[in-house]
């Protein structure tokens, strides 16, 4: 049954006619090498126009190899690696022939085609010669049988035909009919070690290498990693820049201040000491509350933000920050705080609890600050399927569309004047990002100018048990 199988196998049917079709290639590479090869040596000393008719002999190998490919995967299905490693867009076609040249492909393709003469030789002359005789000996009694039908006796075809003298030819000509058969169920066999043997040549000669593939892999990480290195690099150098820019004008302020209460002519009264040191008070918390900021920021540049991830009750923390805020937002601001906690039970999330505060304190802040008098923050919890949503809702001034996709950025104010006024860095949001990412969440905004903002974060949940 074993030995019959390819005979039911489209594959080996192919594999003939792929076999078979060796020959004709054969004579195309011959001709191809013989031509190219001996012009290209012959008139190497003619000004060197050798050289390009070798180049010519290669892009026509290139193309031959490409016609190899395609007939492979196109009929067997050979996986194989591609030709040539792709070269950048912009490269110039002086820098892509260096590379066509350079690709061992290239070479390996020529070597391909000098192989082809003899093995293609071989193979299309032994299929040839085999379907040849397999087809004569299968048809050998049919042509006897019909020789003997239209042959009378008397007839000089009686004799002709055999059946005059030897009756036992007709038997014979079956027993060499099986043997007909038996050579074609081999040549099915031999056409799939043929089909077999052609993918292990092509994948060994037609492809770049594993190694090469691996190769150019790791020289692209090293980019993406030199890319990334000069673009933290940037970032630090601009965050120095820039903190140089926010520390000058408290210090400014304080220097003035100072200098003020300091100058023994014009003293100022008391009340107006009182005043200065207020200011520089405030400056002075403002800039420890800057120095705490940028020590977040760098323990996050240098991957030291280690957060303590347990699960915790995103309500209760909320609560926490409404009823800490709410009494200084109504007195200072006159703008109302509300929690809207869930009624039904909302699984605890994962999170680092003291930075979870962290991150809420600064949404409801900025809330607070970017709302006129009379209006509303609320703070509200929900569960959404693996996830625990808490929503920082304001009735406020809101973020223009255009400055929506940068608020997250270090150091960016969507209204220099009014958030400067509140006394912020425009650092807030950035670390609250960096925070929710490490906890693993993620932190979306929506608004309207003029109608307020709604900010999310969205924490993973966890099952509710062990809650922090
Ligand atoms: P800042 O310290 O300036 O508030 P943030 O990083 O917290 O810095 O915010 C960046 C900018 O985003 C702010 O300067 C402000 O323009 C805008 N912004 C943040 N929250 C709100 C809000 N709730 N309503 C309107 N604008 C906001």
Do not use: C
């Not at 003020?260 to 009264?269: I, Y």
């Not at 699960?311 to 409404?322: C, I, K, N």
Request: avoid cysteine.
């Amino acid at each position: 049954m074993e030995l019959i199988r390819p005979a039911f196998d489209p594959r080996a049917y192919l594999g003939v006619v792929y076999s078979l079709a060796r020959l004709p290639l054969a004579f195309f590479y011959f001709v191809l090498l013989v031509i190219g090869i001996s012009l290209s040596f012959s008139l190497i000393w003619v000004l060197g126009i050798g050289i390009p008719f070798f180049l010519l002999l290669l892009g026509i190998t290139w193309w031959a190899v490409i016609f190899e490919r395609e007939l492979g995967t196109w009929w067997f299905g050979f996986s194989l690696r591609p030709m040539a490693i792709s070269l950048p867009a912009s490269s110039g076609s002086w820098a892509r022939l260096v590379a066509f040249i350079r690709n061992p492909v290239t070479w390996k393709g020529l070597a391909f085609a000098a192989l082809q003469v003899p093995i293609g030789l071989a193979i299309g002359i032994g299929f040839w010669a085999g379907i040849m005789l397999a087809v004569g000996l299968v048809a050998a009694p049919f042509l006897f049988a019909i020789g003997a039908i239209s042959a009378q006796p008397g007839d000089p075809s009686y004799n002709a035909v055999g059946l005059g003298d030897s009756p036992a030819t007709f038997p014979l000509l079956v027993v060499l009919a099986v043997v007909g058969v038996v050579i074609a169920i081999g040549l099915l066999h031999a056409g799939r070690a043929v089909v077999v043997f052609y993918e292990f040549l092509a994948r060994t000669m037609l492809g770049v290498s594993q190694a090469q593939l691996d190769l150019v892999g790791a020289q692209g990480a090293v980019v993406v990693e030199q890319a990334r290195a000069e673009r933290s690099e940037q970032d630090r150098r601009q965050l120095v820049v820039n903190m140089g820019h926010e520390i000058r004008t408290p210090i400014a302020s304080i220097r003035g201040h100072a200098e003020a209460l300091l100058d023994g002519a014009g003293r100022p009264s008391e009340e107006e000491t009182r005043r200065y040191l207020e200011v520089i008070q405030r400056e002075t918390e403002r800039l420890g509350a800057l120095v705490d900021d940028l020590l977040v920021v760098a323990r996050g540049e240098a991957g030291e933000l280690r957060l303590d991830l347990r699960p915790v009750d995103v309500g209760a923390v909320a609560g926490e920050v409404v009823a800490a805020l709410g009494p200084i937002a109504l007195r200072d601001r006159k703008v109302k705080l509300v929690a809207r906690l869930p009624e039904t039970v909302v699984p605890a999330a994962w999170a680092d609890r003291d930075r979870l505060v962290q991150v809420l304190m600064n949404l409801v802040r900025n809330g607070i600050a970017y709302t006129p008098e009379g209006g509303i923050v609320s703070v509200s919890v929900n569960a959404a399927g693996d996830r625990v949503d808490v929503e920082v809702a304001d009735t406020g001034v809101g973020i223009a569309a255009e400055d929506l996709p940068r608020i997250f950025d270090r150091f960016y104010r969507a209204d220099e004047s009014r958030s400067r006024a509140t006394g912020g860095f425009g650092l807030g949001l950035a670390i609250s990002r960096d925070l929710v990412v490490a906890m693993a969440g993620s932190i979306e905004v929506e608004s309207e100018p003029g109608t307020g903002s709604r900010f999310t974060v969205r924490l993973r949940a966890v099952q509710p048990q062990g809650v922090a």
